[in-house]
Structures are given as structure tokens and as C-alpha cells.
């Protein structure tokens, strides 16, 4: 099956400080999304973003499909930007189950 | 509902339990999936319905494990003679039908299974 691949594991920052999180998958996929799982384990849906750059406040996304690479950017940090950053993937451009990658533990210190 | 629903958010069991998992999605999604999140791990596929038929039931771990969704709305996880390594959350998500909605899903808060 396909692989996900997200770095770094681990992030610790000052609050305002920028990051750029990244994910590499091993085949070409039709959907790639980015989570936001808070503390209280609830994933949030970030981006829809199989190709191309979206923004959305103070977070953006970039995919390069034809490299097999996303990245998420997060400018001017908060504490409450804290948890894990999840990628995930489907292969079909139809309903299919999501592959995630293990995530990046993001801490923000304040 | 506005989101969607899983319930209960905490079950305990003693292992060789049978127990059941609820998902409500959100109102009109036709697609609906179950996967399974360990400690320290990204969420795991288990099964997805498109209706009332299990499209995909692909990363169901054994025969123990059993979804259905006979109106093509509320979902049911059952899992027969419950084990020490079932514990996990359980995570459920839909989507809606067509075009660019069908591929984003929206998940649940989770069932914490714990089997002791």
C-alpha cells in the first residue's frame, strides 16, 4: 500500500515562531489532506490539497504531486496551534479510505 | 446533527466482551468510514460504506470485527470476543456526495475503547 512519511516527528517553538511541516507520499493520489488533531483528540480538517497552494489565515498549503511531496506552513505560531499535524492520502478519486502518516507533535511555548 | 457523532465517547469492557460503536455522520453525507487510532499513531482505515454497502472493508483486522449501516445513515462497529489489543480510539468521518465534497472527510470525536 502507500506510503506517508512526515517530518520532523517532533517540533517545539516560541509562540510567533514560523514552521514548515512535511509530508512525502510513495504513489500518485487524487485527495491529500491535512489534519489538525487538538489535544482533546479531535481531528480538524485543515486542507483539501491533492495539487496546487491554499491558504487560510495564518496557515498554507502546498502540493507537488508529480514530486510526491506536501508541505503545510504555519506563520506567527500560537499556543493554541499545539497537537498533531496529520497527512493523509487516498490513491482513488472517489470515496476511499485515507492512509495517514504518524503525524508531527507540534508544542508551542508561549 | 452540525458535526459528527459518535457515542458512547468511553466504553470499558472486560476482554471476551461483545461491544458496539455508534457513528451518526452528518446529515446527507453518503459516504461513511471507521478507522482505529492507536496511542502514538495516525488513524488506521478500517471499513467505508457508500449507502448501505461496505465499499471497502479492507482494514478490518479479523472476522471479529463487523460494521453495517443498513439505512444508509447511522453506522454500527461491533466487535465479538474483545481483546487486550483492541484498546484504541475509534474514529468515525463522512463525506458528502459529488465532485470535490465526496473526497474530504469530516471525522467524529471518537469512542476510547478500553479492554481490560
Known amino acids: 500500500g502507500i506510503q506517508v512519511e512526515q517530518s520532523p516527528p517532533d517540533l517545539i517553538l516560541q509562540e510567533g515562531a514560523n514552521s514548515t511541516l512535511r509530508c512525502n507520499f510513495s504513489?500518485?493520489?487524487?485527495?491529500l489532506q491535512w489534519f489538525h488533531q487538538n489535544p482533546w483528540g479531535q481531528l480538524i480538517n485543515l486542507f483539501y490539497?491533492?495539487?496546487g497552494t491554499k491558504q487560510n489565515g495564518r496557515l498554507s498549503a502546498t502540493t507537488v504531486a508529480t514530486e510526491r511531496y506536501s508541505l503545510l506552513y504555519i506563520s506567527s505560531s500560537q499556543t493554541t496551534d499545539s497537537g498533531v499535524y496529520f497527512c493523509?492520502?487516498?490513491?482513488?478519486?472517489?470515496?476511499?479510505?485515507?492512509?495517514f502518516g504518524k503525524g508531527t507533535h507540534l508544542i508551542i511555548q508561549p | 446533527g452540525a458535526g459528527v457523532s459518535q457515542t458512547p465517547s468511553n466504553k470499558v469492557t472486560e476482554k471476551g466482551k461483545y461491544v458496539e460503536l455508534r457513528c451518526d455522520p452528518i446529515?446527507?453525507?453518503?459516504?461513511l468510514y471507521w478507522y482505529r487510532q492507536s496511542l502514538g499513531q495516525g488513524p488506521e482505515f478500517l471499513i467505508y460504506f457508500q449507502g448501505t454497502g461496505a465499499a471497502d472493508d479492507s482494514g478490518l483486522p479479523n472476522d471479529r470485527f463487523f460494521a453495517v449501516r443498513p439505512e444508509g445513515s447511522v453506522s454500527t462497529l461491533k466487535i465479538q470476543r474483545t481483546e487486550r489489543g483492541d484498546s484504541a480510539v475509534y474514529l468515525c468521518?463522512?463525506?458528502?456526495?459529488?465532485?470535490?465534497?465526496?473526497?474530504?472527510?469530516?471525522f467524529g470525536a471518537g469512542t476510547r475503547l478500553s479492554v481490560l
Open positions: 468521518a463522512s463525506s458528502s456526495r459529488g465532485g470535490e465534497g465526496l473526497n474530504i472527510q469530516y
Open positions: 490539497i491533492p495539487s
Open positions: 493523509a492520502v487516498a490513491l482513488g478519486g472517489g470515496a476511499d479510505g485515507l492512509t
Open positions: 446529515s446527507g453525507h453518503t459516504a
Open positions: 504513489d500518485s493520489v487524487n485527495n
